[in-house]
């Protein structure tokens, strides 16, 4: 009797094992019930370029504007903050330029090291492009030091609260936004990126910029 019982119990043991191996097997390679396949699903290998650091969505991909979150294909949420003159400045003002979104703190050794780059690529092509730089979790009079210091003329705000942050979704800075001209967010980095990078992602993602060469 003893026996048999253990038996028994081995069995439905195992049993519930198949089960759940079937329940987890169709959930993750058919999909919970009907789903919808996201964007960055249906779209081919040519118009989405990644990296270990981030990725681009291509110009020509389709994107999805009536949504607003910081994922590619989305609408950048906006946002309102002040600068370091106290002016507020709300990021869909931009609307009709790419912007590119950067966040960064003085206490952060790479945000402090890409600096010039954006410095430099703000020199070039600021006429086409926006940079607007996100100072977030910080003592505003030593970001201003440090930005005077840098000799840094692209418009930066505070975002001393973490609202911006937060609607990012953000772990960590530095971590920079490619935005199109309609608002739509296509490319994101994380870590520090060089001027090349800023290039090619304006090159990949807009109209903006000539083609590779072209610089």
Not at 124 to 129: A, E, P
Request: hydrophobic share 40%.
């Amino acid at each position: 009797m003893k026996f048999a019982k253990i038996f028994g119990i081995v069995l439905f043991a195992l049993a519930g094992i198949a089960i759940l191996s079937l329940v987890f097997r169709s959930y993750f390679e058919e999909g919970p019930g009907s789903h919808t396949p996201k964007i960055s699903e249906v779209l081919t290998s040519q118009l989405i370029a990644t990296t270990s650091q981030g990725g681009f969505l291509d110009k020509s991909a389709e994107a999805q504007p009536e949504i607003a979150a910081p994922f590619l294909g989305n609408s950048a949420p906006d946002f309102e903050l002040n600068d370091f003159d106290g002016k507020p400045v709300r990021l869909s003002s931009f609307r009709g330029k790419p912007v590119l979104l950067n966040f960064w703190a003085t206490w952060c050794p790479p945000c402090k090291k890409e600096m010039p780059d954006l410095e430099r690529f703000h020199e070039k092509y600021g006429d086409k492009i926006i940079i607007l730089g996100i100072n977030w979790n910080d003592d505003p009079p030593k970001a201003r030091e440090l930005l005077r210091d840098a000799h840094i003329s692209y418009r930066n705000v505070i975002d001393d609260l973490g609202k911006a942050f937060v609607e990012y979704q953000l772990t960590a800075v530095p971590t920079s936004f490619w935005i199109d001209e309609q608002g739509v967010i296509r490319g994101v980095w994380n870590g520090a990126m060089d001027t090349d990078t800023m290039i090619a992602g304006f090159q990949k993602t807009t109209n903006s910029i000539g083609n590779l060469g072209d610089h």
